[in-house]
């Protein structure tokens, strides 16, 4: 029924041509290029909208935001339903959800805080259906080529979202937002019809027979026993509404208190955080220091252009021990170019150092088969989707918190301060990865 990701082989190298063989995967790979740019447009495009109505950067700048922060609370209340319901239904439900917000706000004018409040509603739920995806691709993917998937969904995210943010605005002015929105209306619905008639439909991972799930070495990790994790999938498989709250708040609880997996989560949390920071002020950076209008769209591209040659790179070329033993490395990397912008270099390094700083992202590759087999099976989609949403809180967060350090030292230090918090990350990942 599901596979679990097996340990690496040794000496094993798996190609990405190999993971794209997989006609499940490469449908969630499909549908998650296409979602992630029906959500950028609409992101972009809704700040365009409320700028225009209110002319209030910080309305705009909330719009831009909406759809990260209330993922932490989703996630902590109804995570759990990533392990109670089937699949197929689940993730159509998602793209229809995504795809009716961007048509309502495509088709009827809406004051702000009601328009703000669609979007953050549907949010609310967002880490379900990731961690549904993710538990998914676990599943259809065992040992190294797991690895890679979990690489190729993070290539299609920055993929889609240099392409969206590079023709959105081209877009938005050549159709008009509400055309840009039912757009992206229909590119959620294009997902959605796709995945309700591609994907097998896979019953609920709770109601599994015994035996076909693998066992979560993480039960042992703290001393917790056997019977936790099997008192847990007991309770999985009876999707009750009124224990669907108490169910992922105690499954949030359970994951916090493994000091492993805590680990693990901080170690993807706090560089995507930091690193957020110091990317929410390339715009005043390059403001401040007087470069030509439009540099800034330049530095922001770098980042997520980093990114896809990191991973393409340290995927492809580097075998599966190699790649965990570069962990630390890419970490303390990813902080260092950084530093360099305290010393305010002409514009050309400025994106040469982001765009280094940035490919050091490939750090997690190397975390994710430690990541999956520390997970208890019962609970791998609550998991996943608490790991995607406490990093988007993160991102939330690092601007206000680096924001608060440029307002103090100016913006290239408060970025060099960010890359100091990188490295120093990376530090405390090489004091207990073994």
């Known amino acids: 029924m599901s596979t679990v990701a097996a340990p690496n082989p040794p000496g094993r190298r798996t190609t990405y041509r190999d993971v794209l063989g997989q006609p499940q995967f490469r449908l969630l790979f499909a549908t998650r290029i296409l979602g992630i740019s029906a959500e950028t447009l609409r992101i972009t495009t809704l700040s365009v909208l409320i700028f225009t109505a209110s002319h209030s950067p910080l309305l705009s700048a909330l719009a831009f935001g909406i759809g990260f922060l209330p993922q932490l609370p989703g996630s902590m209340l109804f995570g759990a339903l990533a392990d109670r319901l089937r699949p197929r239904p689940l993730l159509t439900v998602g793209f229809l959800l995504q795809c009716a917000a961007a048509a309502v706000l495509g088709a009827v004018r809406m004051p702000t805080a009601a328009a703000l409040g669609l ?93 076909t799930q693998g066992e979560g070495p993480s039960d042992a990790q703290d001393g917790a026993p056997s019977s936790v994790q099997s008192r847990a999938q007991g309770r999985a498989r009876g999707p009750a509404r009124g224990a669907v709250m108490a169910a992922s708040w105690s499954g949030a609880g359970r994951l916090l208190r493994d000091r492993t997996v805590r680990r693990l989560y901080l170690a993807q949390w706090l560089p995507s955080g930091f690193m957020a920071g110091a990317e929410g002020l390339i715009v005043s950076y390059a403001g401040q220091r007087g470069f030509a209008a439009g540099t800034y769209g330049l530095l922001m591209a770098c980042g997520p252009t980093g990114m896809l040659l990191g991973d393409l790179v340290v995927g492809r070329m580097a075998r599966p021990a190699t790649r965990e033993a570069l962990v630390v490395p890419l970490a303390v990397w990813l902080g260092l170019p950084l530093l360099g912008l305290a010393a305010d270099p002409p514009a050309s390094v400025c994106a040469l150092l982001l765009l280094a700083s940035s490919a050091g992202f490939s750090y997690a590759i190397g975390l994710q088969r430690r990541f999956l087999e520390v997970l208890p099976a019962d609970n791998q989609g609550q998991a996943f989707g608490l790991l995607s949403s406490g990093m988007m809180t993160l991102q939330g967060i690092g601007p206000v918190l680096v924001g608060a350090v440029a307002g103090l030292a100016g913006t290239g230090p408060a970025m060099a301060v960010a890359g100091g918090a990188t490295v120093l990350t990376g530090g405390w990942m090489a004091s207990w990865l073994r």
């Open 119 to 211: 979007v953050g509603a549907v949010a609310v739920l967002a880490p379900v259906f990731g961690g549904a995806t993710s538990r998914l691709a676990a599943d259809f993917l065992a040992g190294d080529a797991y690895v890679l998937g979990r690489s190729l969904l993070n290539m299609a995210s920055s993929g889609a979202q240099l392409v969206a943010l590079a023709v959105g605005g081209v877009m938005v002015a050549a159709l008009g937002t509400s055309q840009a929105l039912l757009l992206a209306a229909a590119l959620n619905a294009g997902c959605a019809t796709a995945v309700w008639l591609r994907l097998p439909d896979r019953p609920a991972p709770g109601s599994a027979p015994s035996g």
